[in-house]
């Protein structure tokens, strides 16, 4: 299957530039105030929530909302679509899609390939610093990702194609997508009062945001090989198990190895429900130039204007 990939798929995207003396390893974790605030606001608010307004309704629109913004909106959307640039899909979707992976409250676009392409670029190279390692134990590893940040001493360069900062949009959502829960609280509010606020809001974002994280940890620390990369910092691990609850991010050795992939699961032991998706979307003439480990599925709409 390997001879098959097209080379790019084999490596993450050229977006990052070595500059003279770049380090992967040279750096420090310091506190993040906005971060460390923001997760820990929401999570305060969200057990608020489940104890003071205990709903079954508002933990089904909890859950409905999860399954949307982290499936459709964040592995989809943010990860699969905006930047690995899997498949092709109409531009207003596309926006919808990361518009609902902003609500998930990690970052807003242009902050998403920050995380991600720095990250990545660490973990290709022959060594780098635990933050993108994630070798120092569960909870020193917890307190790192959701309450600091990592600044190297002697960074790359990162380039975000100019069709993501120059777009409005996504510039507009970069400069306020905390603000986004905002009107997300205000329908809440107006359906089920404040508890549906507290726990469609509050709790929604916390158990995000660390159920994001547990799955870094351990994708990257345990789990299975197929893709066997042992001239890198840091390979992927496939947790069999996770799939149906991580929307299928949790084959992430597959995702190392075959990065600009949509299909995460490669078989149908692998359940992926963002390849579900992103299938369905195909089928429906949403998508198209669909990549996979085997090449890139077409479904005859590659004129299609965005």
């Known amino acids: 299957m390997d001879d098959q990939m097209d080379k790019k798929l084999l490596r993450p995207t050229d977006r990052v530039t070595p500059l003279p003396g770049s380090s992967a390893v040279a750096g420090k974790v310091i506190w993040a105030p906005a971060k460390s605030l923001w997760f820990t606001g929401m999570a305060l608010a969200g057990l608020i929530g489940v104890v003071a307004f205990p709903s079954w309704e508002a933990a089904g629109v909890t859950f409905l909302l999860m399954l949307l913004t982290l499936c459709l909106g964040h592995s989809v959307g943010m990860h699969r679509l905006l930047i690995h640039r899997s498949f092709g899909a109409p531009l207003w979707l596309e926006h919808a899609l990361v518009y609902l992976g902003t609500l998930v409250g990690m970052a807003g676009p242009i902050g998403m390939f920050h995380i991600h392409e720095i990250r990545d670029w660490q973990q290709q190279q022959p060594d780098c610093h635990s933050f993108a390692k994630h070798d120092v134990g569960f909870w020193r590893d917890a307190i790192w990702q959701m309450h600091c940040?990592?600044?190297?001493?002697?960074?790359?360069?990162?380039?975000?194609?100019?069709?993501?900062?120059?777009?409005?949009?996504?510039?507009?959502?970069?400069?306020?997508?905390?603000?986004?829960?905002?009107?997300?609280?205000?329908l809440l509010f107006?359906?089920?009062?404040?508890?549906?606020?507290?726990?469609?809001?509050?709790?929604?974002?916390?158990?995000?945001?660390?159920?994001?994280?547990?799955?870094?940890?351990?994708?990257?620390?345990?789990?299975?090989?197929?893709?066997?990369?042992?001239?890198?910092?840091?390979d992927g691990r496939n947790l069999p198990?996770?799939?149906?609850?991580?929307?299928?991010?949790?084959?992430?050795?597959?995702?190392?190895?075959?990065?600009?992939?949509?299909?995460?699961?490669?078989?149908?032991?692998?359940?992926?429900?963002?390849?579900?998706v992103i299938r369905t979307l195909g089928v429906l003439g949403l998508a198209w130039d669909i990549r996979t480990p085997d090449g890139i599925e077409t479904t005859g709409l590659e004129g299609v204007a965005q």
């Open 149 to 186: 940040e990592q600044v190297l001493e002697r960074p790359p360069q990162l380039h975000i194609e100019d069709r993501v900062t120059q777009d409005r949009f996504y510039r507009w959502l970069e400069a306020t997508w905390r603000w986004q829960q905002v009107p997300l609280a205000l």
């Open 241 to 276: 198990f996770w799939g149906l609850f991580t929307f299928g991010e949790a084959f992430h050795n597959n995702h190392h190895a075959f990065p600009r992939s949509a299909r995460m699961g490669h078989d149908a032991a692998q359940i992926d429900p963002g390849w579900w």
């Open 190 to 234: 107006a359906i089920g009062g404040i508890g549906f606020v507290l726990w469609g809001t509050g709790l929604r974002v916390a158990v995000s945001l660390a159920g994001h994280w547990v799955t870094v940890h351990f994708a990257h620390t345990t789990g299975e090989r197929p893709y066997v990369q042992d001239d890198i910092a840091i």
